[in-house]
């Protein structure tokens, strides 16, 4: 049954209810194997016919379900889910980049997709090329011939900027390549960029979808764009889902609606307080008035989440004061939890990129990265103004 609310979507898209025991709940299949139907000689000679298993790396019932759920939440037809949003992102990569192959990425992306193409492409032959991240004409620009894939990520970790990503599919199409973008920062509850002309998108399932820092997940989801090749990188590679984490996945998933909603309002409530905060230089979160991609922000945002950064004054040494005087928000890297972190990015998740790009782009060594979970945005509104207080010693 297809539903129309994404909240309906969140509970029950995917289940499968021909499960015998009418479990409310998706049964954890924890089986490496499945026994082959001894009178269907067909899968004795590969694959398992559809609805039917063979070998949880190839599929597994749990994990289809997460699977199922995810497409429909992103208005896909097809989902993959990997044991990490890097294993999502390196199969993506692998699958449709050969030798002589060109990629264009926007510059400022999640420092762990960075270091895969600045480090692991060129090694197999491939070409990459990044192009700046808010500059919608230069970045097609970049797209020359030979350009296979489009790598886009918006809003970006951790400066939030935006990518007007419908422009950029459009000019890839026409220039035969294809775009993919990371939506781990979005979730599908503020964009859907399948509806937006963008071939594949990648998530962070430990991030929003999963909520609740106890699972390392990726997806990868199309529409149209046939995605056969992510599949068999994923066997391949072995990057499978384990149907534990899929079964933790699947659970977040359902509160995911209620979760964006206060992460969004939390969101924007911050950062409108550290905006006015006699300690704070300046803060990076699109829903701000003052961001300068604002009005991108509004047209292809429906939220902008709870992520964001912002310079302390005083530089490291008082950003370091501010980070380590906060008791509410717990000092740790990763995003889309319940509870609030803290982090630097300078040392954490951009910390392979040489110091002088991290300058270049925009992250300075001042520079505090946090994600608001579902708390009382009163409680981390006096724990943000005690800890910058401190700072300023
Ligand atoms: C935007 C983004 N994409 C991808 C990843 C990688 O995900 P994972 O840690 O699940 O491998 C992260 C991790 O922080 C991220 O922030």
């Not at 995911?256 to 550290?274: D, K, S, T, V």
């Given at each position: 049954m297809a539903y129309k609310g994404m909240s309906t979507k969140a509970v029950h898209s995917g289940e499968r209810p021909e499960i015998p025991t009418g479990a409310v709940n998706t049964p954890i299949y924890q089986s490496s194997t499945f026994i082959f139907p001894t009178d269907d000689p067909r899968t004795w000679d590969g694959d398992a016919p559809e609805g039917t298993y063979m070998y949880s790396r190839k599929a597994?019932?749990?994990?289809?379900?997460?699977?199922?759920?995810?497409?429909?939440?992103e208005s896909g037809k097809r989902c993959l889910l990997f044991s990490s949003g890097m294993?999502?992102?390196?199969?993506?990569?692998?699958?449709?980049?050969?030798?002589?192959?060109?990629?264009?990425?926007?510059?400022?992306?999640?420092?762990?997709?960075?270091?895969?193409?600045?480090?692991?492409?060129?090694?197999?032959?491939?070409?990459?090329?990044?192009?700046?991240?808010?500059?919608?004409?230069?970045?097609?620009?970049?797209?020359?011939?030979g350009t296979k894939v489009v790598?886009?990520?918006?809003?970006?970790?951790?400066?939030?900027?935006?990518?007007?990503y419908p422009e950029v599919a459009k000019a890839a199409h026409e220039r035969g390549a294809i775009t993919v973008i990371d939506n781990t920062l979005a979730s599908p509850m503020n964009q859907r960029p399948l509806e937006m002309g963008v071939d594949i998108v990648t998530e962070s399932c430990t991030k929003y979808l999963g909520g609740h820092s106890d699972?390392?997940?990726?997806?990868?989801?199309?529409?149209?764009?046939?995605?056969?090749?992510?599949?068999?990188?994923?066997?391949?590679?072995?990057?499978?889902?384990?149907?534990?984490?899929?079964?933790?996945?699947?659970?977040?998933?359902?509160?995911?609606?209620?979760?964006?909603?206060?992460?969004?309002?939390?969101?924007?409530?911050?950062?409108?307080?550290?905006?006015d905060h006699p300690a704070v230089e300046r803060v990076h979160y699109p829903g701000l008035e003052s961001h300068p991609q604002h009005a991108?922000?509004?047209?292809?945002?429906?939220?902008?989440?709870?992520?964001?950064?912002?310079?302390?004054?005083?530089?490291?040494?008082?950003?370091?004061?501010?980070?380590?005087?906060m008791r509410l928000i717990k000092m740790a890297t990763s995003l889309g939890g319940v509870e609030s972190l803290v982090s630097m990015p300078s040392s954490t998740s951009h910390r392979s990129l040489p110091a002088q790009e991290r300058k270049r782009l925009g992250i300075t060594d001042s520079m505090l990265r946090v994600s608001l979970g579902i708390e009382d945005a009163e409680d981390l509104r006096e724990d943000l103004d005690q800890a910058l207080r401190a700072s300023q010693v």
């Open positions: 597994n019932p749990t994990v289809e379900v997460a699977e199922r759920k995810i497409a429909e939440l294993a999502a992102i390196s199969s993506i990569l692998t699958a449709y980049l050969s030798r002589g192959d060109a990629i264009v990425s926007q510059e400022d992306i999640y420092g762990g997709t960075y270091g895969f193409l600045r480090n692991a492409l060129p090694r197999m032959g491939i070409e990459v090329r990044f192009g700046p991240t808010a500059d919608t004409g230069a970045l097609i620009d970049a797209i020359v011939p790598w886009l990520e918006s809003p970006s970790n951790p400066l939030m900027r935006l990518v007007d699972l390392l997940a990726g997806a990868v989801v199309s529409n149209a764009f046939d995605i056969s090749a992510v599949h068999d990188a994923r066997t391949s590679f072995g990057g499978s889902l384990d149907p534990f984490a899929s079964f933790l996945l699947e659970r977040g998933m359902k509160t995911l609606p209620l979760r964006m909603e206060r992460h969004n309002r939390n969101g924007l409530e911050i950062a409108r307080f550290l905006e991108l922000a509004k047209r292809l945002l429906s939220g902008c989440g709870g992520l964001m950064s912002f310079e302390v004054k005083g530089g490291r040494q008082a950003a370091e004061r501010a980070m380590r005087s």
